[in-house]
């Protein structure tokens, strides 16, 4: 039963950094290409077909709300997709962003310019995204190692949905076998594995933080100045506050369990 126990608690850790990796991985990558490439190149398109149209501070306030809109990620996620499925798997998938180029030219550029202008300035915003996109392809193609190829494997089966999905169910099921074995005492396991996540999830921090300017210059070209670790650190903040209250749940159950053994001993 010891041994049974130990390999649950094993699997259960490797299931939830898992879980947690697959969400908080992509959540990297598109934060960061979205932040440091797509959103730049985007906002001076837009501002090449404008810049000698319209006054300086409302070029300073368009570029702001394109830079920082929504859409953004958006595009971002499909331009991910659409590369790492044409490289992995040999496709010719299209990249299809008519209607987020179209929603965010309109939520930024109706008040400034007539149907005609907008329309040109979405025509050529999508034409030269998807030109990046076919150059990035076309440069991944050629010149990407199998290690390199291994890599955007791992990341497109790690963050689909029915891996996540299969995941979170052996993970759920370990939990519940884990609780109907252990039962009270839980606890202290699930306190225990997830302050195993925490150091996990602190040790990737540093080691981006580390290795950043490295990934900049090697992997990326350049490309990438700052590597967006928001949802690392919010999954850091997360799980830190799940720790304190496993911690606090577990030291709450032995100050019971101890007055309970002082009760029984005072009766006897």
Request: hydrophobic content about 50%; overall charge positive; aromatic content about 12%.
């Amino acid at each position: 039963m010891k041994y049974i126990k130990i390999t649950l608690k094993i699997f259960l850790f490797l299931f939830l950094i898992t879980l947690i990796m697959s969400f908080v991985g992509k959540r990297i990558v598109v934060d960061t290409f979205s932040q440091e490439i797509l959103s730049k190149k985007i906002s001076g398109y837009v501002l090449d077909e404008i810049i000698h149209d319209i006054d300086i501070n409302e070029i300073k306030k368009i570029d702001y709300d394109i830079v920082n809109n929504k859409l953004i990620k958006e595009i971002t996620s499909k331009f991910i997709y659409t590369v790492t499925e044409n490289v992995i798997y040999n496709k010719n998938i299209n990249l299809d962003i008519k209607n987020e180029v179209d929603n965010l030219i309109s939520q930024n550029m109706y008040n400034y310019f007539s149907d005609e202008k907008i329309q040109e300035i979405k025509t050529y915003v999508v034409e030269k995204i998807v030109s990046i996109q076919e150059n990035l392809q076309g440069s991944l193609l050629s010149s990407f190692s199998d290690k390199y190829l291994i890599v955007l494997q791992l990341f497109n089966y790690g963050t689909n949905f029915y891996f996540r999905l299969v995941i979170f169910i052996l993970f759920f099921i370990n939990a519940v076998i884990l609780c109907f074995i252990e039962e009270i005492k839980v606890i202290k396991s699930f306190k225990i594995i997830n302050l195993l996540v925490l150091l996990f999830m602190l040790v990737i921090l540093v080691c981006i933080k580390m290795l950043s300017n490295l990934i900049d210059q090697k992997m990326s070209g350049g490309w990438l100045q700052d590597i967006n670790i928001d949802a690392l650190i919010i999954g850091i903040v997360v799980v830190s506050i799940i720790c304190v209250l496993f911690f606090l749940l577990d030291r709450v159950i032995k100050l019971k369990c101890n007055k309970q053994d002082r009760k029984i001993t005072i009766n006897n």
